[in-house]
């Protein structure tokens, strides 16, 4: 039974509703979603995949991660950064993708956004986790109603246009919160849900980069 966002498994945890109690979605939501990650090379892979995402479901995006892994050298941007003609022609052909010419490129365009970016602050984790919300900027409570009405947030808006001034594609607000949710800047599991405490745990242990 769903009660303002949250679903009770058959395993007796209490969850956000968003998983629907599919196997592999719901490992996502457990063990993936919301906990901080400060690795230069999946930071890069989420905010693309979160791209690739733009009109689709994001299930079909984490179906199709391992290919996409695959497709782009695990997300290595110094490799993608390299990539040319023949790498988006293979990418076009690769049906275990989403293959979509303008995310494509899109995805090596930003992979030499990214080696500029770490160039300049040392590290993407250090530029990504510079833009986390201060608890002023955060609801009170995290209740599902707020996250629905909130798809986009000030601090998204934020480091929307600066990615976008640096030449970053695809990563307008709406996708730029997908990516603060997943990554960990915020903790978008709402009240009630097994897994905000610990991500909450997780999020003040973190040394930020």
């Not at 457990?30 to 995949?49: M, Q």
């Not at 530029?127 to 109603?145: I, M």
């Amino acid at each position: 039974m769903t009660v303002r966002g949250l679903l009770d498994g058959d395993d007796g945890r209490t969850r956000c509703a968003w998983h629907g109690n599919l196997d592999d979605y719901r490992r996502y939501h457990d063990e993936e979603w919301g906990h901080p990650v400060t690795s230069d090379i999946r930071l890069f892979e989420k905010i693309c995949l979160e791209g690739f995402q733009s009109g689709l479901s994001w299930l079909t995006i984490l179906r199709k991660r391992e290919s996409f892994r695959s497709a782009f050298a695990g997300f290595d941007f110094d490799k993608v950064a390299a990539f040319d003609d023949a790498d988006i022609a293979r990418c076009l052909a690769d049906t275990g993708i989403v293959r979509h010419r303008g995310k494509i490129v899109s995805t090596i365009n930003n992979a030499r956004r990214a080696q500029a970016l770490r160039e300049e602050f040392g590290t993407l984790a250090r530029y990504f986790w510079s833009f986390e919300p201060t608890p002023q900027e955060r609801p009170e409570r995290v209740e599902w109603d707020v996250i629905v009405a909130n798809p986009t947030t000030p601090t998204s808006v934020r480091l929307s246009k600066d990615l976008k001034k640096r030449g970053w594609t695809f990563v307008g607000p709406t996708t730029v919160y997908a990516f603060m949710q997943a990554m960990g800047l915020v903790n978008d599991h709402v009240e009630g849900c097994f897994c905000r405490p610990e991500v909450e745990a997780k999020r003040n242990s973190l040394s930020r980069p």
